[in-house]
């Protein structure tokens, strides 16, 4: 099969598209034709060795982890899926294991689920990490109808899927984003918009029951102080050490820091789909690359700029 791989940590210098040997199935496995990867920034974090601890050493290597493609063979014990579906998922490439930009993968039935009637390979592709993101943020950000919440980064993977979740649930957003975003932040929910090019958000003198993040380099002092009391500020970035301080900042101005990492339970999934077929949740996808350009959308996600998803074409 085609596929494109690493044959080591890095950037495009290490990285080609080419020939690759084709995977085979076991019992709860399901060999699936890749139609579609969305890129995400682990894929490139992993991919240059940031996370090298848990990615492992095994090369040559495959990665990519949010992907959608069609069943081309169930193993022996993968009764959930036959040849024909409409498939996407989330492949966790870590350990060693393969990713999905290539023709084929064998993936584990449970990280599998059926795409939905009119959703194509490439919004199905752009779902997984960042919706599922997203939606855990808001649920650890508690927010229901009336919750006054900042969503940092609203329109990039994680944030434009924020923004609309938000607004399906009746809150009231402030979204920040670069001037050139500021209208699709509008578009996608936003109530008002702050243009962290322009604006300080350290200046501003607006309170908030809720902070989401998305961004996840938000200055901690910053987010404490924008929140009201009994406030929340969730990170798609936190880190242990602001876990042990997000203690003390309970304890002394009753305010909490938590994570918002992502979530898959099945009850996430139908709810991401749900909104998806009321036409409540629209991915933004504005960049396409085919399988034999992927160095340039790596090059793009890792720019950080890109609005809503990066999608590669298989
Ligand atoms: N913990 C988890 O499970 C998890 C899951 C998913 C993602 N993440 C992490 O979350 C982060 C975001 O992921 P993503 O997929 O949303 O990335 P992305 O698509 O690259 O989006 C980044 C966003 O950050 C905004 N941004 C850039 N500079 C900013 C600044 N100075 N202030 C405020 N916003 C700024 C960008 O806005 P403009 O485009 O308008 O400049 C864009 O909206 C990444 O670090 C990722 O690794 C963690």
């Known amino acids: ?16 598209y080419g020939d690759y040997p084709d995977p085979s199935v076991t019992g709860n496995q399901v060999l699936v034709e890749v139609k579609a990867v969305s890129i995400n920034p682990v894929d490139f974090k992993v991919k240059r060795g940031d996370l090298k601890f848990l990615s492992g050493r095994k090369f040559p290597r495959i990665f990519g982890s949010d992907f959608s493609g069609i069943v081309k063979e169930a193993g022996t014990n993968a009764e959930k899926f036959k040849p024909g579906d409409r498939v996407y998922g989330v492949i966790s490439v870590i350990f060693g294991k393969q990713g999905a930009l290539a023709q084929f993968i064998a993936i ?6 059926i795409i939905p009637g009119e959703m194509s390979f490439e919004e199905a592709a752009s779902l997984p990490i960042a919706a599922l993101t997203a939606l855990n943020g ?6 229901v109808k009336g919750t006054q919440v900042l969503i940092n980064g609203g329109t990039g993977g994680v944030g434009h899927f924020a923004v609309q979740i938000a607004k ?20 996608l929910g936003a109530d008002e918009t702050i243009r962290y090019s322009k604006e300080d958000l350290a200046s501003t003198n607006k309170k908030f029951d809720a902070i989401l993040d998305a961004y996840g380099h938000m200055d901690l002092s910053v987010a404490q102080r924008l929140l009201k009391r009994g406030g ?9 050490f602001t876990l042990f301080k997000s203690f003390f900042i309970n304890l002394i101005w009753g305010k909490k820091l938590t994570s918002s990492n992502m979530r898959a339970l099945p009850e996430d999934i139908l709810e991401i789909e749900k909104l998806f077929n009321e036409k409540k ?28 998803k990066i999608i590669i074409r298989i």
């Open 1 to 16: 099969m085609k596929a494109y791989y690493s044959t080591r940590y890095g950037g495009a210098d290490v990285s080609q």
């Open 108 to 113: 584990d039935q449970k990280s599998l689920w």
């Open 138 to 143: 808001l649920r650890r950000c508690e927010v």
């Open 168 to 187: 399906t649930k009746g809150a009231v957003i402030t979204a920040t984003c670069s001037d050139a975003n500021a209208e699709l932040a509008r578009k």
């Open 232 to 240: 929340i500020y969730a990170s798609t970035m936190i880190n242990p």
């Open 281 to 308: 949740l629209h991915p933004v996808i504005e960049n396409y690359f085919t399988l034999d350009k992927a160095d340039e959308a790596f090059e793009l996600a890792e720019k950080g700029k890109p609005r809503g």
